[in-house]
């Protein structure tokens, strides 16, 4: 795959807080499912976070991701961008995470990968846009952060990330490098 141009601007992807989902190993792409005690205090965690510059907070429009936003930045004005939100896995929602087919296969009912690829670049090539003096710290998806990996840095989609850390892309050389904030 051809790298996807590049956003006009270094970026943070931060993956919500564990779900019940994420607990029980269920697949929960589109499905709402709400944050554990332990997703909502890694959440809280996040507020105790001193960042290095000014930040412009944008969420997925599914509730995991708003209240993960809201513990992350209280008192913050939080943009929804439809982008953000994670795959919609069809048929396999709700199923054990060891029923997922592969990421390539269209599920059933579900989003094909290069559909959600294309998605996840215009929404954050767009957030970045729209961010020109402030860091844009996007709290998202799993998906969303393997699609950034696939369209600006290894191409691969690497480790699922982990919960309520930040991540930061980079721009560095034509490129992007991920790394942990």
């Given amino acids: 795959m051809t790298p996807a141009a590049l956003p006009s601007r270094s970026f943070c992807l931060i ?3 564990e779900t019940t ?3 029980d190993e269920i697949i929960a792409g589109v499905t709402d499912v709400p944050l554990t005690q332990l997703g909502r205090h890694q959440a809280y965690l996040l507020s105790q976070r001193i960042w290095p510059e000014p930040i412009a907070i944008y969420a997925s429009p599914m509730s995991r991701a ?5 513990l992350a930045f209280p008192g913050q004005r939080i943009e929804l961008h439809d982008g953000l939100r994670e795959r919609d896995w069809g048929v396999f929602e709700g199923r054990p995470l060891s029923d997922q087919p592969l990421r390539e ?3 059933d009912r579900g989003e094909s990968w290069p559909i959600m690829l294309k998605r996840v670049q215009i929404g954050i090539r767009e957030i970045c846009a729209a961010s020109p003096t402030a860091l844009p710290v ?5 998906g969303v952060i393997r ?3 696939v369209l600006w840095t290894t191409g691969d989609v690497g480790q699922r990330p982990p919960n309520a850390t930040p991540l930061l892309f980079e721009i560095a050389e034509n490129k992007l490098l991920e790394q942990t904030l």
């Fill in 105 to 107: 296969a269209t599920p």
């Fill in 21 to 23: 989902a994420n607990a």
């Fill in 138 to 142: 996007l709290v998202c998806h799993s």
């Fill in 66 to 70: 708003q209240d993960t936003a809201r």
């Fill in 147 to 149: 699609a950034a990996r």
């Fill in 15 to 17: 993956r919500h807080g």
